[in-house]
T-cell receptor, first 116, second 114 residues
Framework: AQSVTQLGSHVSVSEGALVLLRCNYSSSVPPYLFWYVQYPNQGLQLLLKYTTGATLVKGINGFEAEFKKSETSFHLTKPSAHMSDAAEYFC??????????????FGTGTQLKVEL | DAGVIQSPRHEVTEMGQEVTLRCKPISGHDYLFWYRQTMMRGLELLIY????????DSGMPEDRFSAKMPNASFSTLKIQPSEPRDSAVYFC????????????FGPGTRLTVL
């Protein structure tokens, strides 16, 4: 079974500041990890994903995340926040190649606020 | 591609009425997922299908909820009878093949049960 913990349901940063959204996962098999973003009144869209290989993954809109197996973490970062980054962010894990199929387990989400 | 299509986008109904939500997945995708999102419970997986066959319906809250996928291009989620606590945003998502492929989400249906 898999689970995801997102620390901090609300994060506020100043425009231009570093964005750091935390995600820790639990999985009995090597996981596939995802970050999704949800803008108001819209569905979720993929920011980036880790499957295998390079542990630093780059996504859209300048976001990146690093898979750290020893820490069971997949934190999302962006060097400089923009007002348009204000949204809710979800970390998710799937069962990987050995199980769980395409079923995703989502974290509870982190609402990012960007202030002037 | 038009993406995942859901209808209606908004639904307001009275308690006890039947509600049917519809989803058209992306052409060629073989997995379809129904989610419910509320402030209290977050994003919950209700049921998912592979090649039109229900694989896991353990998230369906109770017998009032049912889902079907009669063909590869159409799925419905039905609530009968509806209750105020069913008020939520319902998302449909589809994906292709293996677990490393992303799920593509529709815009959602906002359901309000009075």
């Amino acid at each position: 079974a898999q689970s995801v913990t997102q620390l901090g349901s609300h994060v506020s940063v100043s425009e231009g500041a570093l964005v750091l959204l935390r995600c820790n996962y639990s999985s009995s098999v090597p996981p596939y990890l995802f970050w999704y973003v949800q803008y108001p009144n819209q569905g979720l869209q993929l920011l980036l994903k880790y499957t295998t290989g390079a542990t630093l993954v780059k996504g859209i809109n300048g976001f990146e995340a690093e898979f750290k197996k020893s820490e069971t973490s997949f934190h999302l970062t962006k060097p400089s926040a923009h007002m348009s980054d204000a949204a809710e962010y979800f970390c998710a894990v799937s069962g990987g190649v050995t199980g769980g199929g395409n079923k995703l387990t989502f974290g509870t989400g982190t609402q990012l606020k960007v202030e002037l | 591609d038009a993406g995942v299509i859901q209808s209606p986008r908004h639904e307001v109904t009275e308690m006890g009425q039947e509600v049917t939500l519809r989803c058209k997945p992306i052409s060629g995708h073989d997995y379809l997922f129904w989610y419910r999102q509320t402030m209290m419970r977050g994003l919950e997986l209700l049921i998912y299908f592979n090649n039109n066959v229900p694989i896991d319906d353990s998230g369906m809250p109770e017998d009032r909820f049912s889902a079907k996928m009669p063909n590869a291009s159409f799925s419905t989620l039905k609530i009968q009878p509806s209750e105020p606590r069913d008020s939520a945003v319902y998302f449909c998502a589809s994906s292709l093949g293996r677990g490393y492929n992303e799920q593509f989400f529709g815009p959602g249906t906002r359901l309000t049960v009075l």
